[in-house]
DNA sequence: CAAATCTAAAATGTATACATTATACGTTGG
DNA sequence: CCAACGTATAATGTATACATTTTAGATTTG
């Protein structure tokens, strides 16, 4: 709910009229707020309970900072560790991608964009590596989704997906992190806009 | 209580005993064992409830790793961002720590190497990296405690720290990054004998 | 004797009740 | 009329009670 915008950044969550809403008693959905909490989605203030963080610019520049540095650790490693098996899999989720590219369909694009990124993370076998940029990217889910305006800044972003893919492929670790470096570099750039 | 061994890698986590022990109800016990899960201090199955989490040595080679590319991350971050007064806190944190190293005091000579290091990501001035590395060093806590056996390594520590220092007051990133890659490429074969 | 099964105890998962703290609104005093 | 105070409402924080599931031990059976 609070990626998909229904509970807005900065408002509180109130735990009666939710738990009402979600069918559930005070004490799971707080078990819950706690989690996410910790996944820095929710901010809690003693005696004041739950609200939804909100991200500033500085906030997300910082994550997408972070993130880039992490998808080029994990391009590095993936030159190292990953099977060929796995590489492929990469290619063919690039390649339903841009299916979706072509067929302008937003939506599933977008999806299968994010899984990418998973899977570039999931190749490193590091599995510290991996959660850390899950909770990253989800809690980018929200700014990245509206951050992919204009058709030329997504044909940009189609061009750098197919540069990393190549470099995967052959096992080039230099020009993997080059390619990962000026993608999210270029993240940047799209979303800054929307964000400021 | 599991950084500190009191509570066992692997073995479960008893509601009913913990609570009695720290003197609270489940309720909040329940609330902070969901927030250690997310933090990966503890592992939750359903319906068989909280264990400690077990690190095996590819886990803590796997939080190394990453641990070193967000430090280098953080130092490149810091010969930019960091004020002369942040470097100088630095700087005392480390003088500190060489009166510890001299006396002998390995307790607190560790200590005041955890805040160094949580000092250079602090430099950073990046919030998302440094509550991830926060998050990953309580993780190693325990393990680094254990790996700082024998004279010879010690020293070494404390001159990787020496060369950290100087590149850092010197706004050498490139001698910084090398510095911290080197520092925490000999962290993992001081521990590597203690975890395998 | 071993394996399977049944039963009792205990653990987790959830809901509810109570205590405390914050909040909002109406009242009173300057 | 504005500000300060007090009260009522509602929120969070915690404890407890209940339902369900797991687990361990004893009993039974092949």
Redesign the interface.
């Known amino acids: 709910m609070i990626i998909e915008g229904e509970l807005e950044p900065g408002k509180r969550i109130y735990e009666g009229p939710l738990c009402e809403r979600l069918g559930v008693s005070r ?1 799971p959905l ?3 707020l ?2 996410l ?4 989605l929710v901010e809690l203030t003693p005696q004041r309970g739950a609200s939804v963080r909100r991200f500033s610019a500085k ?1 997300i520049q ?2 997408l ?2 993130i880039r ?2 998808e ?2 994990a391009g590095r ?1 993936a030159c190292i560790e990953a099977s060929d098996e796995e590489i492929a899999e990469v290619r063919k989720l690039h390649d339903d991608m841009l299916d979706y590219y072509r067929e302008e369909n937003r939506l599933d694009y977008y999806k299968t964009n994010q899984r990418i990124h998973s899977a570039i993370a999931a190749l490193s076998h ?4 991996i ?2 940029h899950a909770s ?1 990217q989800s809690k980018l889910k929200r700014v990245r989704f509206i951050g992919h305006e204009g058709r030329e800044k997504w044909a940009a972003a189609v061009a750098e997906h197919e540069s990393m893919i190549k470099a995967l492929e052959g096992r080039n670790a230099p020009a993997l992190v080059n390619a990962l470096s000026e993608h999210l570099e270029h993240a940047w750039e799209r979303v800054r806009d929307v964000v400021s």
């Open positions: 004490t707080r078990e819950a706690r989690y909490a910790s996944e820095g906030d910082d994550m900072v972070l540095a992490l080029e650790l490693l590091n599995e510290s590596l959660q850390v990253l």
